[in-house]
Protein backbone atom coordinates (compact mmCIF):
# COMPACT_ATOMS: atom_id res chain seq x y z
CA UNK A 1 0.00 0.00 0.00
CA UNK A 2 1.19 3.47 -0.68
CA UNK A 3 -0.36 6.70 0.85
CA UNK A 4 -0.05 10.03 -1.07
CA UNK A 5 -0.07 13.16 0.76
CA UNK A 6 -1.66 16.16 -0.01
CA UNK A 7 0.59 18.75 -1.64
CA UNK A 8 0.21 20.95 1.52
CA UNK A 9 1.01 18.48 4.15
CA UNK A 10 3.31 19.65 7.29
CA UNK A 11 6.23 17.45 8.60
CA UNK A 12 3.47 17.06 11.29
CA UNK A 13 0.89 15.09 9.21
CA UNK A 14 3.62 12.64 7.55
CA UNK A 15 4.96 11.51 11.15
CA UNK A 16 1.02 11.32 12.55
CA UNK A 17 1.09 8.76 9.12
CA UNK A 18 4.16 7.34 9.93
CA UNK A 19 3.20 6.71 13.68
CA UNK A 20 0.10 4.73 12.85
CA UNK A 21 1.32 2.75 10.58
CA UNK A 22 4.17 1.45 12.83
CA UNK A 23 1.56 1.23 15.36
CA UNK A 24 0.25 -1.54 13.25
CA UNK A 25 3.04 -3.33 13.44
CA UNK A 26 4.05 -2.28 9.84
CA UNK A 27 7.39 0.02 8.33
CA UNK A 28 6.78 2.90 6.71
CA UNK A 29 9.01 4.17 3.97
CA UNK A 30 8.79 8.15 3.15
CA UNK A 31 9.07 8.27 -1.14
CA UNK A 32 9.57 11.88 -2.63
CA UNK A 33 7.13 12.32 -5.19
CA UNK A 34 7.11 15.09 -7.78
CA UNK A 35 4.79 17.91 -5.90
CA UNK A 36 3.91 15.41 -2.48
CA UNK A 37 5.56 13.02 -0.20
CA UNK A 38 4.39 9.89 -0.57
CA UNK A 39 4.28 6.39 2.61
CA UNK A 40 4.90 3.08 1.39
CA UNK A 41 3.72 0.53 3.82
CA UNK A 42 5.70 -2.53 3.91
CA UNK A 43 5.01 -5.29 5.20
CA UNK A 44 0.96 -7.30 5.84
CA UNK A 45 -1.54 -5.07 4.58
CA UNK A 46 -3.95 -6.89 6.28
CA UNK A 47 -3.12 -5.29 9.57
CA UNK A 48 -3.87 -1.91 7.88
CA UNK A 49 -7.72 -2.77 8.04
CA UNK A 50 -8.35 -1.21 11.74
CA UNK A 51 -6.54 2.19 10.42
CA UNK A 52 -8.90 4.84 8.50
CA UNK A 53 -5.56 5.92 6.97
CA UNK A 54 -7.70 7.92 4.24
CA UNK A 55 -9.19 10.01 7.43
CA UNK A 56 -5.81 10.96 9.00
CA UNK A 57 -4.89 14.60 8.46
CA UNK A 58 -2.78 15.46 5.27
CA UNK A 59 -3.80 12.34 3.84
CA UNK A 60 -5.01 12.74 -0.01
CA UNK A 61 -5.50 9.07 -1.05
CA UNK A 62 -4.19 5.48 -0.32
CA UNK A 63 -3.30 2.83 -2.89
CA UNK A 64 -3.63 -1.02 -2.46
CA UNK A 65 -0.48 -2.21 -4.35
CA UNK A 66 -0.70 -5.68 -2.99
CA UNK A 67 -3.69 -8.05 -2.79
CA UNK A 68 -6.06 -8.48 0.04
CA UNK A 69 -5.98 -12.38 -0.43
CA UNK A 70 -3.14 -14.48 -0.08
CA UNK A 71 -4.09 -17.96 -0.14
CA UNK A 72 -6.06 -17.54 -2.79
CA UNK A 73 -3.17 -15.73 -4.51
CA UNK A 74 -0.92 -17.19 -7.29
CA UNK A 75 1.76 -15.26 -6.17
CA UNK A 76 1.54 -16.81 -2.99
CA UNK A 77 1.29 -20.42 -4.66
CA UNK A 78 2.34 -20.39 -8.32
CA UNK A 79 1.28 -24.12 -9.32
CA UNK A 80 -2.21 -24.05 -10.29
CA UNK A 81 -4.26 -26.53 -7.81
CA UNK A 82 -5.81 -29.94 -8.64
CA UNK A 83 -8.49 -30.81 -6.27
CA UNK A 84 -9.25 -34.88 -5.69
CA UNK A 85 -12.38 -35.21 -5.25
CA UNK A 86 -12.86 -39.19 -4.64
CA UNK A 87 -10.91 -40.06 -7.49
CA UNK A 88 -11.79 -37.09 -9.87
CA UNK A 89 -9.37 -34.37 -10.53
CA UNK A 90 -10.76 -31.14 -10.86
CA UNK A 91 -7.91 -28.66 -12.22
CA UNK A 92 -6.33 -31.43 -13.92
CA UNK A 93 -5.68 -32.42 -17.83
CA UNK A 94 -9.33 -33.38 -18.83
CA UNK A 95 -12.53 -30.77 -18.08
CA UNK A 96 -14.52 -32.06 -14.99
CA UNK A 97 -18.35 -32.14 -15.88
CA UNK A 98 -21.31 -31.62 -13.47
CA UNK A 99 -24.33 -31.85 -14.97
CA UNK A 100 -28.21 -32.48 -13.65
CA UNK A 101 -31.76 -30.70 -12.94
CA UNK A 102 -31.66 -27.98 -11.24
CA UNK A 103 -33.65 -28.91 -8.54
CA UNK A 104 -34.05 -33.02 -6.81
CA UNK A 105 -37.82 -32.84 -7.37
CA UNK A 106 -38.57 -36.70 -6.80
CA UNK A 107 -36.24 -40.19 -6.72
CA UNK A 108 -37.38 -40.88 -10.20
CA UNK A 109 -36.24 -37.90 -11.41
CA UNK A 110 -32.96 -37.45 -9.93
CA UNK A 111 -32.78 -41.33 -11.25
CA UNK A 112 -33.77 -40.61 -14.54
CA UNK A 113 -31.00 -37.71 -14.72
CA UNK A 114 -28.32 -39.38 -13.56
CA UNK A 115 -28.59 -42.21 -15.76
CA UNK A 116 -28.52 -39.28 -18.58
CA UNK A 117 -25.39 -37.48 -17.17
CA UNK A 118 -23.79 -40.76 -17.13
CA UNK A 119 -24.11 -41.56 -20.42
CA UNK A 120 -23.01 -38.23 -21.56
CA UNK A 121 -19.44 -38.95 -19.41
CA UNK A 122 -20.16 -36.21 -16.75
CA UNK A 123 -18.22 -37.19 -13.16
CA UNK A 124 -20.75 -35.02 -11.16
CA UNK A 125 -24.96 -34.81 -10.84
CA UNK A 126 -25.95 -32.00 -9.47
CA UNK A 127 -29.03 -31.20 -8.38
CA UNK A 128 -30.54 -28.62 -5.41
CA UNK A 129 -32.21 -30.17 -2.23
CA UNK A 130 -32.09 -26.39 -0.97
CA UNK A 131 -33.37 -24.07 -3.49
CA UNK A 132 -32.90 -19.98 -3.06
CA UNK A 133 -35.77 -19.06 -4.44
CA UNK A 134 -36.23 -15.65 -5.89
CA UNK A 135 -40.00 -15.65 -4.65
CA UNK A 136 -40.67 -17.85 -1.09
CA UNK A 137 -43.96 -19.18 -2.70
CA UNK A 138 -41.45 -21.53 -5.88
CA UNK A 139 -40.20 -24.65 -4.47
CA UNK A 140 -37.80 -24.52 -2.01
CA UNK A 141 -36.25 -28.34 -2.78
CA UNK A 142 -36.98 -31.34 -1.09
CA UNK A 143 -33.85 -30.70 1.67
CA UNK A 144 -32.80 -34.12 3.26
CA UNK A 145 -35.05 -36.30 1.67
CA UNK A 146 -33.40 -35.23 -1.82
CA UNK A 147 -30.24 -35.18 0.06
CA UNK A 148 -30.84 -39.03 0.38
CA UNK A 149 -32.11 -39.15 -3.47
CA UNK A 150 -28.98 -37.98 -4.42
CA UNK A 151 -27.02 -40.09 -2.73
CA UNK A 152 -29.29 -43.42 -3.61
CA UNK A 153 -28.19 -42.00 -7.50
CA UNK A 154 -24.70 -42.46 -6.93
CA UNK A 155 -24.84 -45.46 -5.59
CA UNK A 156 -26.78 -47.06 -8.44
CA UNK A 157 -24.45 -44.92 -10.83
CA UNK A 158 -20.81 -44.40 -9.18
CA UNK A 159 -21.26 -40.43 -10.39
CA UNK A 160 -20.02 -38.18 -7.39
CA UNK A 161 -22.47 -35.80 -6.01
CA UNK A 162 -22.37 -31.76 -5.79
CA UNK A 163 -25.18 -29.75 -4.33
CA UNK A 164 -25.54 -26.29 -2.77
CA UNK A 165 -26.00 -25.64 1.02
CA UNK A 166 -27.78 -22.38 2.25
CA UNK A 167 -27.73 -22.33 5.61
CA UNK A 168 -24.92 -23.30 8.49
CA UNK A 169 -27.29 -26.09 10.22
CA UNK A 170 -27.45 -27.03 6.53
CA UNK A 171 -24.22 -27.97 6.02
CA UNK A 172 -24.07 -31.39 8.40
CA UNK A 173 -26.58 -33.01 6.38
CA UNK A 174 -25.31 -31.85 3.07
CA UNK A 175 -21.31 -32.46 4.04
CA UNK A 176 -22.57 -36.33 5.00
CA UNK A 177 -24.48 -37.03 1.59
CA UNK A 178 -22.66 -34.62 -1.43
CA UNK A 179 -18.53 -35.01 -2.29
CA UNK A 180 -18.68 -31.50 -2.63
CA UNK A 181 -20.79 -28.56 -1.25
CA UNK A 182 -21.76 -25.85 -3.68
CA UNK A 183 -22.18 -22.23 -2.37
CA UNK A 184 -24.39 -20.43 -4.54
CA UNK A 185 -24.36 -17.04 -6.07
CA UNK A 186 -26.70 -15.59 -3.36
CA UNK A 187 -24.55 -16.64 0.01
CA UNK A 188 -20.90 -15.88 -1.89
CA UNK A 189 -20.93 -13.09 1.06
CA UNK A 190 -22.60 -14.80 3.77
CA UNK A 191 -19.35 -14.53 5.54
CA UNK A 192 -20.85 -16.55 8.11
CA UNK A 193 -21.46 -19.73 6.09
CA UNK A 194 -17.88 -19.22 3.95
CA UNK A 195 -16.29 -19.47 7.16
CA UNK A 196 -18.37 -22.77 8.78
CA UNK A 197 -17.33 -24.59 5.10
CA UNK A 198 -13.96 -23.81 6.05
CA UNK A 199 -14.11 -26.21 8.99
CA UNK A 200 -16.34 -28.79 7.15
CA UNK A 201 -13.61 -31.09 6.10
CA UNK A 202 -15.53 -31.33 2.04
CA UNK A 203 -14.39 -29.68 -0.64
CA UNK A 204 -16.06 -26.67 -1.65
CA UNK A 205 -17.40 -25.24 -4.83
CA UNK A 206 -17.57 -20.96 -4.92
CA UNK A 207 -20.37 -19.62 -7.64
CA UNK A 208 -19.51 -16.03 -7.92
CA UNK A 209 -21.99 -13.06 -6.93
CA UNK A 210 -24.41 -11.66 -9.22
CA UNK A 211 -22.86 -8.89 -8.82
CA UNK A 212 -19.17 -9.54 -7.31
CA UNK A 213 -16.09 -8.08 -8.72
CA UNK A 214 -13.04 -10.86 -9.29
CA UNK A 215 -11.25 -9.05 -6.68
CA UNK A 216 -14.29 -9.71 -4.01
CA UNK A 217 -14.84 -13.24 -5.65
CA UNK A 218 -11.31 -14.32 -4.79
CA UNK A 219 -11.52 -12.64 -1.08
CA UNK A 220 -14.65 -14.73 -0.47
CA UNK A 221 -12.66 -17.78 -1.17
CA UNK A 222 -9.93 -16.37 1.07
CA UNK A 223 -12.56 -16.61 3.88
CA UNK A 224 -12.95 -20.54 3.04
CA UNK A 225 -9.55 -20.95 2.94
CA UNK A 226 -8.42 -19.09 6.11
CA UNK A 227 -10.41 -21.77 8.32
CA UNK A 228 -8.28 -24.59 7.02
CA UNK A 229 -9.98 -25.78 3.64
CA UNK A 230 -7.91 -25.53 0.59
CA UNK A 231 -10.26 -27.45 -1.46
CA UNK A 232 -12.10 -24.65 -3.16
CA UNK A 233 -13.32 -24.50 -6.37
CA UNK A 234 -14.48 -21.30 -8.34
CA UNK A 235 -17.57 -21.13 -10.76
CA UNK A 236 -18.53 -18.43 -12.77
CA UNK A 237 -22.28 -18.38 -13.14
CA UNK A 238 -22.59 -14.85 -14.77
CA UNK A 239 -23.37 -11.44 -13.46
CA UNK A 240 -25.94 -8.98 -13.74
CA UNK A 241 -25.37 -6.19 -16.27
CA UNK A 242 -28.30 -4.04 -18.43
CA UNK A 243 -28.31 -6.89 -20.99
CA UNK A 244 -31.99 -8.50 -20.63
CA UNK A 245 -31.75 -10.89 -23.32
CA UNK A 246 -29.92 -13.18 -21.13
CA UNK A 247 -30.82 -13.81 -17.62
CA UNK A 248 -27.00 -13.06 -16.44
CA UNK A 249 -24.16 -12.36 -18.62
CA UNK A 250 -21.30 -14.78 -19.28
CA UNK A 251 -18.13 -13.49 -18.21
CA UNK A 252 -15.74 -15.27 -19.32
CA UNK A 253 -12.78 -13.07 -19.31
CA UNK A 254 -13.57 -13.82 -15.40
CA UNK A 255 -11.31 -17.50 -16.47
CA UNK A 256 -8.49 -15.85 -17.97
CA UNK A 257 -8.58 -13.36 -14.90
CA UNK A 258 -9.12 -15.73 -12.38
CA UNK A 259 -6.24 -18.18 -13.87
CA UNK A 260 -3.75 -15.18 -13.90
CA UNK A 261 -4.59 -14.21 -10.22
CA UNK A 262 -5.27 -17.51 -8.64
CA UNK A 263 -4.39 -21.17 -8.51
CA UNK A 264 -7.78 -22.41 -7.75
CA UNK A 265 -9.17 -24.38 -10.37
CA UNK A 266 -12.40 -22.90 -11.94
CA UNK A 267 -15.70 -24.08 -13.38
CA UNK A 268 -17.91 -22.10 -16.37
CA UNK A 269 -22.07 -22.62 -15.29
CA UNK A 270 -23.67 -21.30 -18.85
CA UNK A 271 -26.83 -22.19 -17.53
CA UNK A 272 -27.32 -19.91 -14.86
CA UNK A 273 -24.76 -18.02 -17.39
CA UNK A 274 -27.69 -17.43 -19.81
CA UNK A 275 -30.82 -18.99 -18.95
CA UNK A 276 -31.33 -20.48 -22.22
CA UNK A 277 -31.19 -23.45 -23.28
CA UNK A 278 -29.58 -22.46 -26.50
CA UNK A 279 -26.80 -20.70 -25.54
CA UNK A 280 -25.32 -23.94 -23.11
CA UNK A 281 -23.45 -25.32 -26.08
CA UNK A 282 -22.00 -22.16 -27.41
CA UNK A 283 -20.63 -21.04 -23.85
CA UNK A 284 -19.54 -24.71 -22.97
CA UNK A 285 -17.42 -24.82 -26.17
CA UNK A 286 -16.28 -21.33 -25.78
CA UNK A 287 -15.40 -21.79 -21.43
CA UNK A 288 -13.16 -25.05 -22.68
CA UNK A 289 -11.66 -23.18 -25.29
CA UNK A 290 -10.46 -20.31 -22.99
CA UNK A 291 -9.33 -22.76 -20.34
CA UNK A 292 -12.21 -23.45 -17.83
CA UNK A 293 -11.45 -26.44 -16.10
CA UNK A 294 -15.06 -28.01 -16.34
CA UNK A 295 -18.64 -27.37 -16.52
CA UNK A 296 -21.75 -27.30 -14.52
CA UNK A 297 -24.97 -27.40 -16.41
CA UNK A 298 -28.56 -28.54 -16.17
CA UNK A 299 -30.14 -31.24 -17.52
CA UNK A 300 -33.70 -32.41 -17.09
CA UNK A 301 -35.56 -35.56 -18.15
CA UNK A 302 -38.06 -33.28 -19.12
CA UNK A 303 -37.58 -29.45 -19.06
CA UNK A 304 -40.93 -28.42 -20.20
CA UNK A 305 -42.43 -29.92 -16.99
CA UNK A 306 -39.27 -29.20 -14.60
CA UNK A 307 -40.33 -27.71 -11.23
CA UNK A 308 -37.41 -24.88 -11.50
CA UNK A 309 -35.22 -23.59 -14.21
CA UNK A 310 -36.62 -25.70 -17.34
CA UNK A 311 -35.86 -23.06 -19.85
CA UNK A 312 -32.20 -23.49 -19.26
CA UNK A 313 -32.00 -27.17 -19.00
CA UNK A 314 -30.86 -29.50 -21.59
CA UNK A 315 -33.10 -32.41 -22.44
CA UNK A 316 -30.79 -35.87 -22.91
CA UNK A 317 -30.67 -35.52 -26.36
CA UNK A 318 -29.03 -32.01 -26.53
CA UNK A 319 -26.94 -32.78 -23.59
CA UNK A 320 -25.06 -35.95 -25.56
CA UNK A 321 -24.79 -34.10 -28.58
CA UNK A 322 -22.96 -31.22 -26.17
CA UNK A 323 -21.38 -33.71 -24.74
CA UNK A 324 -19.97 -35.29 -28.33
CA UNK A 325 -18.67 -31.96 -28.95
CA UNK A 326 -16.84 -30.77 -25.50
CA UNK A 327 -14.95 -34.04 -25.83
CA UNK A 328 -13.82 -33.69 -28.95
CA UNK A 329 -13.04 -30.10 -28.36
CA UNK A 330 -10.99 -30.95 -25.28
CA UNK A 331 -9.32 -33.81 -26.84
CA UNK A 332 -8.22 -31.18 -30.27
CA UNK A 333 -6.71 -28.86 -27.56
CA UNK A 334 -4.77 -31.58 -25.18
CA UNK A 335 -3.75 -33.16 -28.21
CA UNK A 336 -2.52 -30.27 -30.42
CA UNK A 337 -1.05 -28.63 -26.91
CA UNK A 338 -3.63 -25.51 -27.15
CA UNK A 339 -2.98 -24.04 -23.69
CA UNK A 340 -4.89 -20.58 -23.84
CA UNK A 341 -3.62 -19.70 -20.76
CA UNK A 342 0.37 -19.68 -20.95
CA UNK A 343 0.90 -16.13 -22.46
C1 LIG B 1 -27.76 -23.58 -8.79
O1 LIG B 1 -26.67 -23.94 -9.28
O2 LIG B 1 -28.68 -24.35 -8.58
C2 LIG B 1 -27.99 -22.16 -8.49
C3 LIG B 1 -29.01 -21.76 -7.73
O3 LIG B 1 -27.09 -21.35 -9.06
P1 LIG B 1 -26.65 -19.85 -8.68
O4 LIG B 1 -26.33 -19.85 -7.22
O5 LIG B 1 -25.47 -19.64 -9.57
O6 LIG B 1 -27.82 -18.95 -9.02
MN1 LIG C 1 -30.95 -23.58 -11.40
Redesign the pocket.
Known amino acids: MVIIMNPEATLENINGVIQAIENAGLEAKIMEGAQQKIVGVIGDKTKMVTVAIDALPGVDHSVSISKSYKLASREFHPQSTVINVAGVKIGGDEPVIMAGP ?2 VESLEQVLAAAEIVKKGGAQFL ?1 G ?1 AY ?2 RTSPYSFQGLEVEGLKYLAEAREKTGLKIIT ?1 VTTVEGIEPVAEYSDIL ?1 I ?3 NMQNFGLLKEVGKCGKPVML ?1 RG ?1 AATIDEWLNAAEYIMNEGNPDVIL ?1 E ?2 IRTYETYTRNTLDLSAVAAVKHLSHLPIIV ?1 PS ?1 GTGKWRMIKPMAFAAIACGADGL ?1 M ?1 VHPNPAKALS ?1 GSQSLTAENYLELMDGVKKLSKFMREENLNPLTI
Open positions: CARGKPEQGARKLCRGDHMED
